[in-house]
């Protein structure tokens, strides 16, 4: 079958609303411009920034790291047709390890800062592919505490 999806989100934080910044609706259709596609192998890991302009002209800019899961939850039927396809099981399945689904984490942010950006994602996405012992809410708690150095100053 077709190997394009729909992106959804799975998990934001904060949970609800700033006064100040709403959430970017649709943001999940900016994360993977060419499409939700699963793979049949895993991908390294890529970066990109998406500069979205609000109704009010406000700049967000929404930097992304999109990494490649195993899927282990998902099962495709594969179409033989009339004939048994060489080597694969009776089942017509695609056995769970050997597809690849995209995951992306973002940073919104109305601050143009790239290269801290994409640290900040680095270590998120160490924490949660290596099952750190660090709580991802907890760190990124202690990441929208951190204040931002003047233009110019030290990072």
């Known amino acids: 079958g077709p190997t394009e999806g729909l992106g ?5 934080f904060p949970q609800k609303d700033w006064e100040d910044t709403p959430f970017p609706q ?8 060419g499409g939700w596609q699963l793979s049949k192998e895993r991908k390294q890991p890529t970066f990109f920034v998406v500069v979205l302009t609000d109704i009010d002209s406000e700049r967000h800019y929404c930097s992304c790291l999109t990494f490649y899961e195993a899927e282990i939850n998902l ?3 594969v ?9 694969e099981e009776e089942s017509g399945l695609i056995p769970p390890a050997e597809v690849f689904a995209p995951k992306s984490l973002v940073l919104v942010s109305r601050l143009d800062y790239p290269e801290i950006f994409r640290a900040c ?16 809410e907890t760190l990124i708690a202690n ?13």
């Open 8 to 12: 959804k989100i799975i998990q934001r």
């Open 26 to 33: 649709g943001i999940e259709l900016f994360c993977q411009p």
């Open 75 to 77: 099962q495709f039927s």
């Open 79 to 87: 179409f033989k047709g009339t004939k048994e396809v060489e080597g």
């Open 121 to 136: 994602l680095g270590l998120i996405y160490t924490v949660y592919v290596d099952s750190l012992n660090v709580s991802l």
């Open 143 to 155: 990441l929208c505490s951190c204040l931002v150095p003047a233009s110019g100053g030290s990072q």
